[in-house]
């Protein structure tokens, strides 16, 4: 058994999957497997990823379920004790796993971190601005402000995963916000800061710029923590502000696009919870 599994997640990304993948036989650390989980791509994916066979495992959906769908089939079919995901638009420099599988022997109570990522926007590198730097340790009032967690660089222990679940396929996006709020409230999630994934977007084929009103998701994800009753009055109070925070700016937005019912629903439903 691997001491490492990792899971990439594509679709129709022939382009970029050769990148991902060989960023990952590029690890310093070699003791993985990779699973390539293709979500029912359309295009020669099957055929950039045949020079790297047998050093990796090849699963494909039929038809197209969602990175979600994708990842948790990922998670089904491996077998490590350690678990990381890697988009495949983004990729790892090649000491990404030594650095992670170092904390946690370093660390054994750990059951999560990431490393720190450059950004890189139609191919020119950003810095990322003060509200999107990563936290550590005790993350989940940040983690409810927007997602401060990147599936690429986050590196779990299994038996986490088999505790809180895997990634809900009922969202079509923000799954992984769904998933660090139910891991955060409990677990800390710590930071490598070495810069050690680089992370690209601004593609037209990136899932955040194709999917619209993507707040409604993050309020789900909040409503669905509170209403689990896993969180003590502080944790309680911090999820009700943020809440009340996404829905008066999404519920507003919803009015000023003609759409009331939505709107009202959304305005009205911190108070439904609270009980005020």
Same mark, same amino acid.
């Given at each position: 058994?691997?001491?490492v599994s990792?899971?990439?997640?594509?679709?129709?990304?022939?382009?970029?999957?050769?990148r991902?993948v060989?960023?990952?036989?590029?690890?310093t650390?070699?003791?993985?497997?990779?699973?390539v989980?293709?979500?029912?791509?359309g295009?020669?994916?099957?055929?950039?990823?045949?020079?790297?066979?047998?050093?990796?495992?090849?699963v494909?959906?039929?038809?197209?379920?969602g990175?979600?769908?994708?990842?948790?089939t990922g998670?089904?079919?491996s077998?490590?004790p350690l678990?990381?995901?890697l988009?495949?638009?983004?990729?790892?420099?090649?000491?990404?796993l030594?650095a992670?599988?170092?904390f946690f022997?370093?660390h054994?109570?750990?059951?999560?971190?990431?490393?720190?990522?450059l950004w890189?926007?139609?191919g020119?590198?950003?810095n990322?601005?003060?509200?999107?730097?990563?936290p550590?340790?005790?993350?989940?009032?940040?983690?409810l402000?927007?997602c401060?967690?990147?599936p690429?660089?986050?590196?779990l222990?299994?038996?986490?995963?088999?505790?809180?679940?895997?990634?809900d396929?009922?969202?079509?996006?923000?799954?992984?916000?769904?998933?660090?709020?139910?891991i955060?409230w409990?677990?800390?999630?710590?930071?490598? +800061?070495?810069p050690?994934?680089?992370?690209e977007?601004g593609a037209?084929?990136?899932?955040?710029?194709?999917?619209?009103?993507?707040?409604?998701y993050?309020?789900?994800?909040?409503?669905?923590?509170?209403?689990?009753?896993?969180?003590?009055?502080n944790?309680t109070?911090?999820?009700?502000k943020?809440?009340?925070?996404?829905?008066?700016?999404?519920?507003?937005?919803?009015l000023?696009?003609?759409?009331?019912?939505e709107g009202?629903?959304?305005?009205?439903? +911190?108070?439904?919870l609270s009980?005020?």
């Amino acid at each position: 058994m691997a001491a490492v599994s990792v899971i990439i997640p594509t679709f129709n990304r022939a382009h970029k999957i050769a990148r991902a993948v060989a960023s990952v036989l590029y690890q310093t650390f070699s003791d993985y497997e990779i699973l390539v989980v293709d979500d029912g791509s359309g295009d020669a994916t099957p055929e950039a990823l045949t020079p790297f066979l047998p050093r990796i495992q090849y699963v494909a959906h039929s038809k197209n379920l969602g990175v979600s769908a994708a990842r948790n089939t990922g998670i089904r079919e491996s077998r490590s004790p350690l678990v990381a995901f890697l988009d495949s638009d983004d990729y790892w420099l090649p000491e990404k796993l030594a650095a992670q599988v170092s904390f946690f022997s370093k660390h054994p109570q750990a059951v999560a971190c990431q490393t720190e990522e450059l950004w890189i926007r139609r191919g020119v590198r950003v810095n990322p601005m003060k509200k999107h730097l990563k936290p550590s340790g005790d993350i989940l009032e940040p983690s409810l402000r927007l997602c401060v967690v990147s599936p690429s660089a986050v590196l779990l222990k299994r038996s986490l995963l088999e505790e809180v679940g895997v990634f809900d396929e009922g969202f079509p996006a923000c799954e992984d916000y769904d998933l660090w709020l139910r891991i955060s409230w409990k677990y800390p999630i710590w930071l490598i +800061p070495e810069p050690l994934v680089i992370k690209e977007g601004g593609a037209p084929d990136q899932l955040s710029r194709s999917i619209e009103g993507m707040d409604q998701y993050r309020i789900r994800a909040i409503v669905k923590l509170i209403d689990s009753g896993c969180l003590n009055g502080n944790q309680t109070e911090a999820a009700l502000k943020e809440l009340r925070f996404k829905c008066r700016i999404y519920g507003n937005g919803c009015l000023r696009r003609g759409k009331r019912e939505e709107g009202l629903y959304y305005l009205n439903l +911190p108070h439904s919870l609270s009980g005020s």
